[in-house]
């Protein structure tokens, strides 16, 4: 059995240590390196294939023969193509017996076409590696209408291509006919097909005049119809069974058996693995990022999370159930670039805070040219699901919520600090009628540039401001500016919406001043205005972003 899987260099992998088992789970969104590890265990093994008919020399590689690991050119088999002087490493530990072992291959690119391959400095090709036999099987992509008899070279090229679709009668019949116990192992298959789908497989036939190959089955109305009347999911599950039966003593790679399955029929599809597996006294590796085989995995057997560096996951499970329904890779790698993520209510709030920061020279500035933001709409809770499925993929991760003001307190413990605004929202600290009478004189020169400019346009505007101001403020507000108004009001909403409606409407133009441009009211502002909480909150926000550990 395998038990550990060291790669370096190859492929999105700079470096990663994969614990293996058996079964073992590859857990993870899409595009995170699930499929990778297993084309690194197939290479090893054709390596060291290799090795082993040039009597442990090493030799050369074709990468057509590399089936499991289509490519059109050797070079993207390395990390970011770099191929010079650099070479990809694999190196797996298994348990043979009593007996442990270690066996490191290395490969260096010769050309587009092949690759080098020998032991590794000081590494040797134990007998118990020699005799492990890897096989790597793609997901069902439907089922041909018509099948040929085809040679077991050519089977497993097309199912390396991912070609699964052009082989499932001819696996079928390699179950019956090439097995010493092949009527046994059918018979085992049929009573599975069976009990999971309520059908009665008969045996491929290739007796037909070309070779061609037939498989039938019967439903429980005894009406016998052609494979392909079947659903995905008996393909599917079909596909496996047979590949398993066929497969027997090897260390199985199943990328994404589940594929094409109900959730019913996920759960069922795992166990049967599971199952099957130690009839043929086989190892398998699955890789998946289906929530439900994670669930069915967790309790007993090993996962491994594919979510940041590849790491067994030992009682977190509804950390990584998170992680695999609402984050996306684009989520994770930011996380590691970054080190730190920051939870707003939306855009408009990060323009707001890179503008005061702008106004008042903070050293925050830096923070907010290009952070890592996730918009909550002042939902707390989906900034903690959120940032706790990232730190399963980054336990080092920090965090700011930076909220609207709301009834219950927030949570303030590390690693993800909570804050909210005193005021309402954080387009109360942009209201004050200093602030907007500024605004509209310079809005004034912005509209009307140049010679088409006249100071009395900016009176004007300044005049009609005043009076919508006085029209929506309550009077004991416009007298004193610490009201309890200016802090209560959902300034965004309930004023200054209404306001520049008002506004634009008696200058008989179109609203050009939207809540996406709220941020521009932060340069009007006066210095000796700005509420000291600005500075407060950004003071937070940059110690949160210092004790960041990004990647790079």
């Known amino acids: 059995m395998l038990t550990k899987l060291t790669i370096r260099n190859f492929k999105r992998f700079t470096t990663a240590e994969i614990e293996l088992g058996n079964p073992v789970v590859f857990i993870g969104p899409n595009n995170s390196g699930k499929t990778t590890a297993l084309q690194a265990i197939a290479l090893w093994e054709a390596g060291l294939r290799r090795s082993r008919k040039n009597g442990g020399e090493g030799g050369t590689i074709n990468r057509r023969d590399l089936t499991a690991v289509p490519i059109p050119n050797a070079n993207l088999l390395w990390k970011d193509l770099h191929v010079q002087d650099v070479r990809i490493e694999i190196v797996v530990e298994g348990v043979t017996g009593n007996r442990s072992w270690t066996c490191g291959i290395g490969f260096e690119y010769a050309n587009e ?23 790597f099987l793609s997901p ?26 052009e082989v499932l009668r001819n696996v079928c019949l390699r179950v019956v006919y090439e097995l010493d116990d092949g009527d046994t192992k059918w018979q085992a298959l049929v009573a599975r097909m069976r009990q999971l789908f309520g059908i009665e497989l008969d045996e491929p036939d290739a007796s037909g005049g070309g070779a061609e190959i037939t498989l039938t089955y019967r439903e429980s109305s005894g009406a016998r119809l052609d494979l392909s009347s079947a659903g995905r999911g008996v393909h599917q599950t079909l596909l496996l069974l047979a590949y398993l039966s066929t497969n027997p003593n090897a260390v199985v790679l199943l990328d994404e058996p589940d594929a094409h399955l109900e959730i019913l029929r996920q759960r069922q599809i795992y166990n049967v693995i599971s199952e099957a597996a130690r009839e043929q006294e086989s190892q398998v590796v699955i890789a998946s990022h289906s929530e439900v085989l994670l669930n069915e995995a967790a309790s007993r057997d090993v996962v491994v999370a594919f979510v940041g560096q590849p790491h067994r996951l030992n009682d977190r499970p509804n950390q990584l159930l998170k992680a695999l329904k609402d984050i996306g890779f684009e989520d994770y790698y930011q996380a590691e670039q970054r080190g730190w993520v920051l939870y707003l209510e939306g855009s408009t709030d990060l323009a707001i805070l890179r503008a005061f920061a702008a106004k008042l020279q903070h050293v925050a500035r830096s923070d907010l040219e290009s952070p890592f933001v996730h918009y909550v709409e002042n939902q707390p809770p989906r900034a903690r699901d959120h940032f706790y499925g990232l730190l399963e993929a980054k336990p080092d991760l920090v965090g700011f919520l930076l909220n609207d003001r709301m009834a219950r307190p927030l949570q303030g413990a590390a690693p993800l600090t909570e804050a909210m605004w005193n005021r309402r929202e954080i387009e109360n600290y ?33 005049k009609l401001m005043d009076e919508c101001i006085h029209e929506l403020v309550p009077p004991l507000a416009l007298r004193n500016p610490d009201d309890v108004w200016w802090r209560d009001t959902k300034a965004s909403d309930d004023f200054l919406d209404r306001l520049f409606e008002m506004f634009f409407d008696k200058l008989k133009l179109p609203n050009l001043m939207r809540k996406t441009n709220y941020h521009q009211l932060a340069s009007h502002v006066a210095a000796d205005r700005i ?11 940059r110690e949160v972003a210092q004790r960041a550990k990004p990647q790079c």
């Open 430 to 462: 942009l209201c004050q009628p200093e602030t907007l009478l500024a605004w509209a004189e310079a809005s004034a020169e912005e509209t009307s540039p140049g010679p088409l400019f006249t100071p009395g346009q900016a009176a004007t505007r300044r």
């Open 113 to 135: 076409e092949s690759l080098y391959c020998r032991p590794l400095d000081n590494s040797t090709s134990p007998p118990e590696a020699l005799a492990s036999r890897v096989v």
């Open 140 to 165: 069902m992509s439907g089922l041909a209408d018509r099948e040929f008899l085809k040679q077991s070279g050519e089977i497993e090229f097309l199912i390396g291509q991912g070609r699964t679709a």
């Open 531 to 541: 509420d000291p909480e600005i500075a407060q909150k950004l003071d937070l926000l």
